[in-house]
């Protein structure tokens, strides 16, 4: 496919560098930049044919790009953003040009361009909107080593909410655990097979039954204590300690016993 790209960030520039690497003409990249290592460079009132035009801006901007690109006659079948929140529907304003749109979500961490595009084979890819538009954007994904899987409108914001928390949240548990070793003087690379199989156990599931702990024994003594611990460190690793802690508790059923910790 001839496909354009819309915002040469993160999300912009690994679907850019994975499609041309698969085989894809990359016609142009519009970048606030200007030049990008992705593409030609293209303004929004010049676009030149193709089958595909990606917006992979930040989601409060998706709008705004489709107001302006409406202005102008298009020159391409397809056009779909990259977000996993925002509704295709917000491309109603290309829709009455008779294009076809669509939204393709990489469910997939993309840090930079670089790393983006290599983990993209094998991840997941939720693809909705009109028929014309999900047939491309799913041979866009297969292309690519993605698995593509139906995201309707109406799903998106527990869809990503899910996936926020199946990525960010890990983040925040792992980074605070790494404080708290590293304020011991332990390598935390020794963690990685406890996590590893908590992981895989979670997936096994149910995921309830990976919980081990003290809070999922009820042992408040020893809780209180890695409270203490964790402030000792810093105010704010003891802050993160504690909300995941109580996240915790809440999960097992034992909510109640929070009190005691104060």
């Known amino acids: 496919m001839k496909i354009i790209i819309i915002g040469a960030g993160r999300a912009g520039g690994s679907m850019a560098l994975a499609a041309s690497h698969a085989g894809h003409e990359i016609a142009g990249i519009v970048s606030r930049a200007g030049e990008s290592p992705y593409g030609p460079p293209l303004e929004m009132g010049g676009l030149p044919p193709a089958d595909l035009v990606l917006i992979g801006v930040r989601d409060a901007d998706i709008a705004g790009v489709a107001a302006e690109l409406s202005e102008h006659d298009p020159n391409y079948a397809v056009a779909a953003h990259l977000s996993g929140f925002v509704p295709v529907t917000v491309l109603a304003p290309l829709a009455d040009l008779g294009v076809s749109t669509g939204g393709l979500h990489p469910l997939q961490t993309l840090p930079d361009p670089v790393t983006g595009a290599a983990s993209l084979d094998g991840a997941y890819a939720g693809v909705g909107g009109d028929q014309l538009a999900v047939d491309s954007l799913t041979l866009l994904a297969e292309s690519l080593g993605m698995h593509a899987f139906p995201l309707p409108d109406d799903l998106r914001p527990a869809y990503h909410?899910?996936?926020a928390a199946a990525a960010n949240f890990v983040v925040t548990s792992l980074a605070t655990a790494i404080d708290l070793f590293e304020s011991s003087g332990i390598d935390p690379a020794v963690v990685q097979p406890l996590?590893?199989?908590?992981?895989?156990n979670?997936?096994?599931g149910p995921p309830l039954q990976a919980m081990?702990?003290?809070?999922a024994r009820g042992d408040l003594e020893t809780v209180i204590g890695h409270l203490t611990a964790a402030h000792?460190?810093?105010?704010?690793?003891g802050a993160q300690f504690r909300l995941l802690a109580e996240a915790t508790a809440i999960r097992v059923g034992r909510q109640a016993e929070t009190r005691l910790w104060s």
């Open 161 to 163: 909410a899910a996936a």
């Open 195 to 200: 996590v590893d199989r908590v992981v895989a």
């Open 202 to 204: 979670v997936f096994a």
């Open 212 to 215: 081990t702990g003290p809070i």
């Open 232 to 237: 000792r460190v810093s105010e704010a690793v």
